[in-house]
């Protein structure tokens, strides 16, 4: 009982954050767009890119994320679906390390001759805390999706022989 109530928490949280990054995703564009029709630059075109590229990256995490908890509910986690779900997630979140990692770098290269480079790495330490999270965000993706995938043979040959 006590693990249907976690589960519906979290499908709970996931609905909320669904509609809190689709309410983000929005006023980014808008404010991009309204910022870019004012000043025309390349700083921003890259901006307003990685912004709606990150945010679709996010929304897709969700969206694997809450048909996972879906089957969870349903007591039938061991699918290929969840497999996939979990390989998606692990794809997407290692992306966005890598699209991270190159508005960094394309930042540091634009910003170059305006900034002393030291203080520049020193100032964007979350940044860069946002690549690692990603990556290790990826890694344990593929580690559950592996995880499940042993679990759902395991689940099969169980069926089999009772």
Known sequence: MEHKLAAKTLNFLLNILWFIV???F???????????SLTISLKGIVGVLFFVIAHLIILKIIWELRKIIKTVL?????TDQNITGF????????FMAFLTLLRDIFNIFVDYPKINLLAYLGEGY??????????????MAFVLSEI?????????ENDLTV
Do not use: W, Y
């Not at 006023?27 to 910022?35: D, E, K, L, M």
């Not at 349903?74 to 061991?78: C, M, Q, S, V």
């Open 87 to 94: 390989k998606n997630i692990g794809i997407f979140a290692i």
């Open 22 to 24: 689709i309410a983000s």
């Open 126 to 139: 979350q940044s860069r805390m946002g690549i690692f999270m990603f990556l290790i965000l990826g890694c």
């Open 148 to 156: 499940f995938s042993v679990a759902k043979s395991i689940k099969e």
């Open 74 to 78: 349903k007591k039938e986690p061991f």
């Open 26 to 36: 929005v006023t980014s564009v808008g404010f991009g767009i309204a910022t870019l």
